[in-house]
């Protein structure tokens, strides 16, 4: 653990060269250094304070058992816009109140759109906490709440798009108003995102208007309808995901393989069964990954038989 006056010295080196060495020595610090932080990181270089949060992305990534998340709180209110979104994508793991508090806070007084869009996104996992009964009622209110203000009408489609896939998990008849809303809105960015809140919010309902999805020319909608059904456990989508397979868009093939190892049953085992003995490496690859979940979901106990 580094001491106040190591945490100052290896901010001097840091405004030199950039070396992943020394971002990895900002991980695991404790709480009571973050006023230190707050005090050296805006003496840093806005291109040393862009790479590091982007270098500690990467690093999170290779290594999760690097923390650097009282590094990335500071920079939550870095005055350079990139640097605050790299930071929000940087906690996309966090689970603990302590970053909800700092992501809702950020959101209060965030107005660039690129941001906004972040913090939305990054919401939903908090959304995802809350439904599980992972989250006290009232923190997931406030989530919900949250999203629920940046899918007015006067926020920027991006922001509104990230809002909608992340509040999906609430699934109430707001929730599903608002999708909705935004699936018959003529706005295709809007329309890709309604369908992906159509998964994300388990609800049949839906599945009428995905099957149709199923058939767009659009591989965007199609890509997003196939891994709607996968979510729900569309059954109804069998016929038409096992068509997907051999898609002539890459996504989407690989979608409808996913989807038939998430509804699961004899004929899409089967299916996955053929497919994970081709000659295709990506397509063999897909296979497997859903053959093994389709087996596991029906017997966690039975070895998975290629």
Request: glycine content about 6%; charged content about 30%; hydrophobic content about 45%.
């Amino acid at each position: 653990m580094l001491t106040t006056s190591e945490l100052r010295e290896l901010f001097a080196r840091l405004q030199g060269e950039i070396r992943a060495v020394d971002v990895a020595r900002l991980s695991d610090l404790p709480r009571a250094t973050i006023p230190v932080i707050e005090e050296l990181w805006p003496q840093l270089p806005l291109t040393h304070r862009r790479r590091i949060v982007e270098l500690m992305g990467e690093m999170s990534e290779a290594n999760i058992d690097l923390n650097f998340r009282h590094v990335l709180i500071v920079a939550l209110n870095d005055p350079d816009p990139d640097v605050r979104r790299s930071a929000i994508e940087g906690l996309w793991e966090a689970e603990d109140t302590g970053v909800l508090h700092r992501l809702l806070e950020r959101l209060s007084r965030e107005t660039e759109p690129v941001v906004k869009a972040a913090l939305a996104q990054a919401l939903g996992r908090f959304a995802d906490l809350a439904v599980q009964g992972r989250l006290a009622d009232h923190e997931g209110q406030r989530v919900r709440e949250a999203l629920a203000s940046l899918l007015a009408p006067g926020e920027p489609v991006e922001v509104r798009r990230r809002a909608l896939e992340s509040i999906a998990a609430y699934a109430d008849a707001a929730v599903i108003e608002a999708i909705e809303e935004a699936y018959w809105s003529g706005d295709h960015r809007l329309r890709v995102s309604a369908i992906y809140a159509m998964g994300r919010s388990l609800d049949r309902r839906w599945i009428p208007l995905l099957l149709d999805e199923l058939q767009s020319e659009d591989p965007e909608l199609r890509y997003e309808a196939a891994t709607a059904c996968g979510e729900i456990g569309a059954e109804e989508a069998v016929d038409d995901l096992i068509r997907l397979t051999s898609d002539t868009d890459r996504d989407v093939q690989g979608a409808a393989i996913l989807a038939l190892g998430r509804i699961g049953g004899t004929i899409a085992t089967n299916v996955l069964r053929r497919l994970a003995r081709s000659a295709d490496p990506v397509v063999r690859e897909a296979a497997e990954e859903a053959l093994a979940e389709a087996v596991f979901a029906s017997d966690p106990l039975r070895p998975t038989p290629w």
